[in-house]
């Protein structure tokens, strides 16, 4: 039992290292776009905000969080 929740913690905390590193670069994959086009500040930092793909990876990587904390 205590293998499986070793390999369990292993699996949660990779989950998050490659869900955290994508989500960096597709940040930074705006961010690039946004300056090659010259585009206010503001208006790429809003369309990081509201971009629905970078909304469901902040929501995964919470919940792995959460799934990470040892259960009381």
Known sequence: ???NKFLDQ???KLSK???SSYKKRL??????RSMKLRMPQNKFEEI???NN???NLKIA???LET???PHK
């Open 53 to 55: 793909e970078l909304i």
């Open 61 to 63: 990587l919470e919940r």
């Open 1 to 3: 039992m205590r293998f």
């Open 17 to 19: 290292k490659l869900i």
């Open 67 to 69: 799934e990470s904390e």
């Open 10 to 12: 292993q699996d949660l």
């Open 48 to 50: 990081i905000n509201n």
């Open 27 to 32: 940040e930074k994959e705006i961010l690039d």
